[in-house]
């Protein structure tokens, strides 16, 4: 996909860390140092291989919704990303709608992503407002 | 400091002020399919530099010009971290500049969209 590409370290276990770093912190509250910090990866080398934070939080984002949102499901990535990036971002939309219709076809319908995505908003404000 | 625009298919990069002087160029024209993308980067000022092929360097004052470093050429104009953005760019003489600018959020947004919009 992109040129230039580095094979120094392990691409594919550097998006998984920095995925599960911007699912915690969010994508502002994510600083390249800590990108770097959390993927071992020298920062000339994450630049080269994704051109940007935001081109390695795009790869983040799909290798979570590739690999991790079936399975472990854990929504806390998606409602970050549908929250705080897809108003802005068209790509980061695209990856949200991509997840949501994953998380459709998964459970069968329409209703029962909705209700798991109000859950875990519940579960984030701990379960306050559930009177 | 530098001002970043797009003009036409061009990013193009100006240094302002004396900053021109301490970095011995005045001005960089890329071709946007040569950009891959920039990133508000404050902790790229204490990655080490390299060898100084072209500038000047005072540290913690301002870096400014070429270096050379694992390989590869970096055009640095920072003198305040915090505003200092990372251009990434292939197939050029430098693999990537390093520019304070005056709003590193508009400037990355810029940056972003254009280099976004010819990848396909």
Known sequence: ?131 | MATVEIEGGDLVVRVEGMDKLWALKSSLTIPLANVRGATNDPGMVSEPKGVRTAGTYVPGVVVAGSFRRDGERVFWDVRDPAKAVVIELADEQYARLVVQVDDPRATVELVEQAAGTRKD
């Open chain 1, 1 to 131: 996909m992109d040129v230039g590409r580095p094979k120094g370290f392990d691409e594919e276990a550097a998006v998984a860390a920095a995925a599960e770093l911007f699912a915690r912190r969010s994508y502002d509250g994510t600083s390249v140092d800590d990108l770097v910090a959390q993927t071992g990866v020298h920062r000339g080398s994450l630049y080269k291989s994704f051109g940007s934070k935001r081109g390695l939080y795009l790869a983040a984002l799909r290798h979570y919704v590739d690999r991790e949102l079936g399975r472990a499901g854990d929504l806390q990535f998606l409602l970050l990303a549908a929250a705080e990036r897809a108003a802005v971002d068209e790509e980061v939309a695209s990856e949200v709608a991509r997840a949501i219709e994953l998380l459709d076809r998964a459970a069968g319908s329409e209703e029962a992503t909705t209700l798991a995505l109000g859950n875990k908003i519940r579960e984030l404000g701990g379960g306050r407002g559930d009177s």
